[in-house]
């Protein structure tokens, strides 16, 4: 079996897979480590569970998951050899990581050294490999990184025109976001459209709480929205997607603003919920805006505007588009959000069939454009586990092959 580890600064995601990492027999959650109220959700096949638990720190999360895949009536294995690898979500790899790999004291030296790129995300990755791996010392474990995918674009996508020292000595560049989930959706469009990926331009709309817009050619990922940091591109539940920078400098020298200020309003009170006013949910903010909330009907119309430019910016760098690709919460189950972004996009021989757009949602894999369309429109649910447990079990057998 595959055990896939997600290890956040205060959660704890694990999913335990066969070994062919076509099927999730168990997963799990534990939640608010280090809090008062602390606890855990899993779910086998039959059963879900959840309980409140004293969880002081990761090493008792940890003995918390096995514990729970162990369990005699709500687990999944019966003895903790069963589990033959584990697969860890990394976020941040620079520019070191091209692709997943299996991990060493090597590997944990240049995870350490990605943590000012990635300072919220890589030590509790760390944690969560160095727990993982004093847990289970004997099995290989393997580490997926979300920025891997990205690395294909070519410098002309990932440079920004600031002084090139800046790339040079301090790793200064746009690195993307959701490269795992990009990979998996990009990969299972092209089985649903029965043609080879590297055959393929499409743009991958993942389109959450985080959004990243990516453009995926040949099968390989040429361009992405985000950047640096994890707000820039489309706006977000919170976050503000494109700004001029200048406005910092404003916020700052004539609104008094401080540093933090500013970044603690552009992640944490923008997007979604600044421009309505309501919420950071688009769940919300549909049923606000059908019943006549002007805010709510303007964030959902600069939501999809900003997603339709990034659409045909995209097309155009590729020199073409076969297919757009809708994932994550919204693109999965908002038919709404997806007929305003496709409303003007006739010219690129794109257009929704109103039915099977009200259609997908939930959690299927299907095309929702009008047959006769050169471009396809397809809404595939991510699921970033299955990634990690498929490059787990590709990179495992290739080293007892070696
Ligand atoms: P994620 O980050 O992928 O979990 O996505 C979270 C986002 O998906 C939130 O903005 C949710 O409001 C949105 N979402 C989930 N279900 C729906 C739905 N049925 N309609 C519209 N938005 C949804």
């Known amino acids: ?107 944990i030296a240049k995870l350490e050294a990605c943590v000012p790129l990635a300072p919220l995300h890589n030590p509790a990755n760390l944690i969560g490999i160095r727990g993982g791996m004093a847990l289970l010392p004997h099995v290989p474990h393997v580490a997926v990184f979300d920025t891997a995918f990205n690395q294909t674009m070519p410098a002309k996508a990932y440079l920004y025109a600031l002084p090139y020292e800046l790339y040079e000595q301090h790793k200064i560049r746009k690195y993307g976001f959701h490269g795992t989930s990009v990979r998996y959706v990009s990969e299972r469009a092209a089985a649903l459209l029965q043609r080879p990926l590297s055959a393929l331009k499409m743009v991958v709309a993942h389109l959450g709480n985080g959004v990243t817009m990516t453009a995926v050619a040949h099968g390989q990922a040429v361009d992405t929205t985000i950047g640096l940091a994890t707000f820039s591109g489309v706006m977000m539940g919170t976050r503000s997607g494109d700004i001029d920078p200048g406005l910092i400098f404003h916020l700052h020298r004539q609104l008094g603003l401080s540093l933090t200020e500013i970044e603690d309003m552009l992640y944490k009170q923008s997007g979604l919920l600044g421009v309505s006013g309501l919420s ?73 069939d109103p039915a099977a757009n009200q259609q997908a949602v939930g959690g299927q894999e299907m095309a929702i454009n009008q047959v006769e369309d050169k471009t396809a429109v397809l809404v595939v649910p991510t699921n970033e586990e299955k990634m990690i447990a498929l490059d787990t079990r590709r990179l495992v057998s290739s080293k007892n092959q070696a």
């Open 280 to 352: 950071n949910d688009m769940r919300t903010i549909t049923e606000a805006a059908q019943a006549g909330n002007g805010r709510c009907q303007l964030a959902m119309e600069m939501f999809a505007y900003m997603a339709t430019k990034y659409l045909g910016a995209f097309a155009a760098a590729m020199g073409g588009l076969d297919a757009l690709v809708f994932t994550a919460g919204i693109g999965e189950n908002s038919p709404e959000v997806r007929a305003l972004i496709c409303q003007n996009l006739a010219f690129l021989g794109l257009a929704l």
């Open 1 to 107: 079996m595959i055990l896939t580890i997600n290890c956040g600064s205060s959660t704890i995601k694990y999913q335990l897979f066969n070994n062919e990492a076509t099927q999730s027999v168990a997963s799990g959650i534990v939640s608010r480590i280090g809090e008062a109220d602390a606890y855990f959700q899993h779910q086998n096949q039959t059963e879900t569970v959840k309980e409140s638990r004293s969880v002081p720190d990761h090493t008792v999360a940890f003995q918390i998951c096995i514990d729970n895949l162990l369990h005699p009536t709500y687990g999944a294995i019966d003895k903790i050899e069963a589990i033959e690898a584990v697969g860890h979500r990394a976020v941040h790899g620079a520019d070191l990581f091209v692709d997943s790999t299996l991990i060493d004291e090597a590997v």
